[in-house]
């Protein structure tokens, strides 16, 4: 089993910046993508990017490609994501996501969750 933590979510203004972080613990980390996603109230939880265990891939939505930066620390366990230039509609609850293997951009592909942490962009 892994346990998932994400925080750094908060209020900012458009074109400002936040990082989120995802603090992975539970059994051994390795060999596992991570993903973030995000969620509006009636809405899909959506792709945002995904990382490959080695961190050598990386792949985004479209959305949020030059914008947001996804890297992970296997030392510590953890997933980052840089958030730059956010967009109100960028609001969501933001979630990190763990799945043993290679990336994958459908929810249901992923085994393990967070719990969230929300994000707001005022205009």
């Known amino acids: 089993q892994v346990q998932l933590v994400e925080s750094g979510g908060g209020l900012v203004q458009a074109g400002g910046s936040l990082r989120l972080s995802c603090a992975a613990s539970g059994r051994t980390f390795s060999g596992y993508a991570m993903g973030w996603f995000r969620q509006t109230p009636g809405k899909e939880r959506e792709f945002v990017a995904a990382i490959t265990w080695s961190g050598v891939i990386t792949n985004y939505a479209d959305s949020v490609k030059g914008r947001f930066t996804i890297s992970r620390d296997n030392a510590k366990n953890t997933v980052y994501l840089q958030m730059n230039g956010l967009k109100p509609e960028d609001t969501a609850v933001y979630y990190c996501?763990?799945?043993?293997?290679?990336?994958?951009?459908?929810?249901?592909?992923?085994?393990?969750w967070g719990q969230g942490t929300q994000v707001t962009v005022s205009s």
């Open positions: 996501a763990a799945r043993y293997g290679s990336i994958r951009y459908g929810r249901v592909e992923y085994d393990y």
